[in-house]
């Protein structure tokens, strides 16, 4: 995997209090992490970097867009990232003992290290602002921005399995008000 140099902080230069960097991400960010469910990314990463004396705190803002498929009609849309994660990164003897996964807020690095590498960290926070369900918006009219097509042949199907009702489950029915 290429180290990308542009995302290492040298914190050891830093003097205490807040910093901020500015991230521009694009596809050819994520040629290091391998296929991506989305595309065409144009994301904006704002990082307040606040250095206190044994540990940091990192404020990641998310924002801009990608391109993801609607899981109701297939069709490609720009979806909107809004969001912001906090991290806390602390300096300790054995982070090797200590980065385990009870709490993913806080990593442990070495009191020896001097630069900090963000790439993971705006890798992760990206992700993690793209929602599980991926429909498209409504329009202003309230209307779905779904394919037409594809929702008439939805309903279509909704229809034809309501019609049909399995003889299997018809003794069942005496049992639901009691």
């Known amino acids: 995997m290429k180290h990308l140099r542009e995302f290492d902080i040298a914190f050891v230069g830093l003097t205490p209090g807040v910093h901020t960097f500015q991230y521009q ?3 050819s960010f994520f040629e290091n992490y391998g296929p991506q469910d989305f595309s065409n990314c144009n994301a904006t990463v704002k990082l307040q970097f606040d250095k206190k004396n ?3 705190l990192l404020k990641f803002e998310v924002g801009g867009t990608v391109t993801v498929t609607c899981d109701r009609c297939g069709q490609p849309f720009e979806m909107q ?3 912001d994660f906090n991290q806390v ?7 090797e003992e200590l980065n385990t996964d009870e709490d ?13 590498n963000v790439a993971d960290f705006v890798y992760e926070f990206i992700n993690l602002s793209i929602p599980m369900q991926r429909i498209h918006p409504d329009d202003s009219n309230g209307k779905s921005g779904c394919d037409p097509k594809v929702l008439e042949m939805l309903d279509k199907m909704k229809q034809q399995g309501e019609d049909k009702t399995n003889p299997i489950w018809k003794g069942l029915e005496k049992f ?3």
């Open 104 to 116: 993913p807020d806080v990593t442990y690095i070495a009191r020896t290290e001097s630069h900090l």
């Open 176 to 178: 639901r008000d009691n």
């Open 89 to 95: 990164v602390k300096l300790v003897e054995n982070p």
């Open 54 to 56: 044994n540990f940091f």
């Open 81 to 83: 990232l809004w969001d």
């Open 25 to 27: 991400i694009t596809d």
